[in-house]
């Protein structure tokens, strides 16, 4: 219970109109695994998916069940989480030369997801966009105009 405890504090929730809310958290068990996790309010686990790396933040969609856990920065995944049945949908690899920088956000309307990335070998900071309509393909990127960025709200 303490692992879920812990996991409670910054943990990002997802809620329909129909449903209570779903806290998420990135965490790692005793013997090393990293997991991809939800729980109810009262701390009853609801998916447990076992992930390859450490996990970092969540990036919830505001209309559909579904949330990108980033991977701890420097990372080169971020993974798309149907919360629905605490699944894998799919996986978003880094792009050349970027990195992921373990945050991001949905456009208000869902139809882009912003992932902050260190780019080049300087870390100069950029942002990511991935549309989640064609399976998150990096469709641009604009600059952040600093090194080594990381949340993004």
């Given amino acids: 219970m303490l692992v879920w405890?812990?996991?409670l504090v910054g943990a990002?929730?997802?809620h329909a109109a129909d449903a209570e809310p779903l806290y998420l958290s990135a965490r790692d068990d005793a013997a090393g695994r990293h997991y991809a996790s939800g729980f109810d309010p009262a701390g009853a686990p609801r998916f447990d998916l076992t992930?390859?790396?450490r996990g970092h933040a969540f990036a919830v969609h505001p209309r559909r069940p579904e949330a990108v856990l980033f991977a701890r920065r420097p990372g080169q995944?971020?993974?798309v989480i149907?919360?629905?049945r605490g699944r894998l949908l799919a996986t978003?690899?880094?792009v050349r030369d970027r990195l992921f920088c373990g945050h991001?956000?949905?456009a208000g309307d869902g139809g882009l997801l912003f992932a902050t990335e260190e780019a080049g070998e300087d870390g100069h900071g950029v942002v990511g966009c991935y549309d989640p309509a064609r399976g998150y393909r990096r469709?641009?990127?604009f600059p952040t105009h600093g090194i080594g960025p990381h949340e993004l709200t």
């Fill in 139 to 141: 469709v641009g990127e």
């Fill in 5 to 7: 405890l812990a996991a």
């Fill in 104 to 106: 991001g956000v949905y």
């Fill in 12 to 14: 990002p929730t997802a």
């Fill in 51 to 53: 992930v390859a790396g």
């Fill in 77 to 79: 995944v971020a993974l």
């Fill in 82 to 84: 149907d919360l629905a």
């Fill in 92 to 94: 978003i690899e880094h």
